[in-house]
Nanobody
């Protein structure tokens, strides 16, 4: 079993910054990729940023130049640095991992989500 635990959410004023973290633990052989998604009230969940092994990060257009995704492979952790936050960034942010188990199974895992609120 694999667990993804997010942290770092909170409330911030427009123009502020937050750094989200997501640590994967459990039966992990390797991680193909990790990503951050978000879901705002009344809207569908959307992919915000993703980083796959050996590939360049990619971002939804609305966060390009403001958000940066990074990985610490030794810690099985992915980060999302969010700068110049806007009210429209308000959402629950979910971590997602594409992970191989030691038994050779590949599964998609999700964290429980962390709330980000951007408001004055």
């Amino acid at each position: 079993q694999v667990q993804l635990v997010e942290s770092g959410g909170g409330k911030v004023q427009p123009g502020g910054s937050l750094r989200l973290s997501c640590a994967a633990s459990g039966s992990i052989f390797s991680i193909n990729g990790m990503a951050w998604h978000r879901q705002a009230p009344g809207k569908q969940r959307e992919l915000v940023a993703a980083i796959a092994t050996g590939a360049r990060p990619n971002y939804v257009d609305s966060v390009k130049g403001r958000f940066t995704i990074s990985r610490d492979n030794a810690k099985n952790t992915v980060y999302l640095q969010m700068n110049n936050l806007k009210p429209e960034d308000t959402a629950i942010y979910y971590c997602n991992g594409d992970i191989w188990s030691p038994s050779g199974r590949r599964n998609d895992y999700w964290g429980q989500g962390t709330q980000v609120t951007v408001s004055s």
